[in-house]
């Protein structure tokens, strides 16, 4: 059975760091391309950030780039999120996806609050 499960969020107060775990089993984690998005309340799906299988490759949404950092752990099956310099508006619960074969794939989320 294919398993993606997030840990690491919480509550933060802005400018803090958090940083979300996604680990992966079920399939070799290893050739697979992995992303984060998060959705906010009352707001659609947004793609975060994504990592190629060795790691190689990583792009950013406008909004994160710079204060969030992607990376994988290909030897413990695990997908990270660095997040610094958080702001309110990084509220949201936070998804690591994945492509297993054509069906898209996702954990059951992690929660992240950034208030004061």
């Known amino acids: 059975e294919v398993q993606l499960v997030e840990s690491g969020g919480g509550l933060v107060q802005p400018g803090g760091s958090l940083r979300l775990s996604c680990a992966a089993s079920g399939f070799i984690f290893s050739k697979n391309d992995m992303s984060w998005v998060r959705q906010a309340p009352g707001k659609r799906l947004e793609w975060v950030s994504f990592?190629?299988?060795?790691?190689?490759?990583?792009s950013y949404a406008d909004s994160v780039k710079g204060r969030f950092t992607i990376s994988r752990d290909n030897a413990k099956n695990t997908l990270y999120l660095q997040m610094n310099s958080l702001k309110p508006e990084d509220t949201a619960v936070y998804y690591c996806?994945?492509?297993?074969?054509?069906?898209?794939?996702w954990g059951q989320g992690t929660q992240v609050t950034v208030s004061p």
């Open positions: 990592i190629n299988s060795d790691g190689g490759t990583t």
């Open positions: 996806y994945t492509l297993y074969g054509h069906t898209p794939t």
